[in-house]
């Protein structure tokens, strides 16, 4: 039989409906505080490609980089309330909140990239638990690179950061300028640059990886390497959003999270030492801390840790203890 033109055109477009019936595509918005170029950022857009990729088109994850979309310390509020329906935070930003979101920010209990590991580990039981009362899942967290002191001048002693403009990013990074006797000022990283430009901030505590975004170097000479703590990063989703997906692009989500996790700790501990060269040939000093600077910042850790312990509760010192116990094994 000969189709007649009409024909031809009724079943063409009745073949394309049929087809966009059974593919019903989502789509997600993902709020982020760092620059495209961060690591994290570049973990998470590779994560949304693979995500395109694994659920076959299906799911289309659009990243919002530089806290475009929502400020940094608003990020878990909008995916909480579905705004965004998931997002990238900063675990130790919400502390006031509940403390075991702040376990990973505490100055010289995981100073190191295996020990951080070991503590997020600990960590991840509770966290689960308290995202799912608030409506959220965990996908996956990364670790910044360890925190020192960029700071306008030299220090020997923390007796010497007394009366320093202090940007924090956080309760506990407060609560140090607080216990230095320095002024803390909470700025969010995209807003950085801004703050030591017009002399709002002359210190702060952070990675080489902030620095080097934020070009800390054009307005601070000192980075003072003390790996102080390695906080985390955390990718959380909205739980009606997650539930709403078909069981294949669930399982897409997930796989593309555990490799985005294995792949951001790798490439994080991989350019710390890229951050500190680029940092030392922008001109910035990279300095060991003093053994008096160190012993007097681990006062004021010990400080931190037990007044933690206080606010956490029997949740935080299992948290703590098993955390112990993982790092006193042999690897
Ligand atoms: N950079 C982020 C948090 C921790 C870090 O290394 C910041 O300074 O805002």
Do not use: C
Request: aromatic letters at 8%.
């Amino acid at each position: 039989m000969k189709l007649r033109p009409f024909a031809l055109t009724a079943l063409a477009a009745s073949a394309l409906l049929a087809a966009g019936a059974s593919f019903a595509q989502t789509k997600w918005d993902l709020p982020a505080a760092y620059p495209a170029s961060n690591f994290h950022t570049e973990t998470l857009t590779q994560f949304a490609a693979d995500v395109d990729k694994a659920s076959g088109g299906k799911l289309k994850i659009t990243v919002h980089a530089n806290a475009s979309l929502f400020k940094a310390n608003e990020i878990k509020r909008a995916v909480q309330g579905g705004q965004a329906q998931i997002g990238e935070v900063l675990l130790v930003n919400f502390e006031n909140e509940n403390p075991i979101y702040g376990a990973d920010g505490l100055p010289f209990v995981a100073s190191s990239y295996a020990s951080a590991h070991k503590l997020a580990e600990a960590q991840k039981p509770a966290l689960e638990k308290l995202l799912g009362t608030q409506g959220m899942k965990l996908l996956y967290t990364v670790a910044w690179p360890p925190q020192g002191i960029y700071v306008n001048k030299e220090i020997t002693a923390v007796a010497d950061m007394k009366g320093l403009k202090w940007r924090a990013y956080s309760p506990a990074t407060s609560k140090i300028a607080e216990l230095v006797g320095a002024q803390p000022v909470t700025v969010q990283a995209a807003e950085l640059s801004q703050a030591m430009a017009t002399g709002v901030v002359n210190s702060y505590m952070s990675s080489g990886s902030t620095g080097y975004d934020t070009k800390t170097y054009e307005s601070i000479k000192y980075w003072y390497d003390v790996q102080a703590w390695l906080p985390k990063n955390a990718v959380i989703v909205n739980k009606k959003a997650f539930d709403a997906l078909d069981a294949p692009t669930q399982a897409a989500v997930l796989k593309a999270a555990a490799d985005a996790e294995i792949r951001g700790w790798k490439v994080s501990e991989e350019k710390n030492e890229f951050y500190k060269k680029a940092l030392a040939e922008k001109g910035m000093k990279i300095m060991t801390p003093s053994p008096k600077l160190v012993a007097d910042l681990r006062q004021v850790g010990g400080i931190m840790k037990a007044d933690w312990i206080k606010r956490a509760g029997p949740e935080g010192e299992a948290l703590l203890s098993a955390f112990d116990k993982s790092n006193a094994a042999k690897k």
